[in-house]
């Protein structure tokens, strides 16, 4: 489990203070960043922070994405102009096409081939 707050990731994980200047005093030497290490740890936690913020946002778009297009489904089956089970098989086929072409996968042979 993650620490409540960055600050107390970074004071409880963090080297002692003369080993922490010592890694800032390293990469001043080698040409990198001159932040300290609880400066790097609070960033990283607002970046990962932001990061669930957008995950969070997206996984209700596509919810919504979701919910909307069975109440089209629905609304065109109940109208007569969707079959179901002909929706459901196009829908199977297509998805079966994604995951050889994913794969790679091709096959010249037939179920009556293998039986």
């Known amino acids: 489990p993650r620490p409540a707050s960055a600050k107390a990731f970074a004071s409880s994980s963090l080297p002692s203070a003369s080993s922490t200047s010592a890694s800032v005093n390293t990469r ?3 040409g ?3 932040t ?3 400066g790097d740890v609070e960033s990283l936690w607002a970046c990962l922070r932001a990061q ?5 946002s997206l996984r209700r778009a596509v919810k919504a994405c979701g919910e909307e297009a069975a109440a089209l489904r629905e609304c065109l089956s ?6 179901s089970s002909l929706f459901l098989a196009r ?4 998805r079966f096409a994604a995951a050889r072409a994913a794969h790679g996968f ?5 179920l009556g081939d293998v039986l």
Do not use: D, F, V
């Open 28 to 30: 001043s030497r080698e």
């Open 91 to 94: 829908l199977h086929r297509q």
């Open 36 to 38: 300290g290490e609880a």
């Open 52 to 56: 669930e913020q957008s995950l969070a």
């Open 106 to 110: 091709t096959s010249e042979a037939w």
């Open 32 to 34: 990198r960043r001159k």
């Open 78 to 83: 109940e109208a007569g102009l969707l079959n």
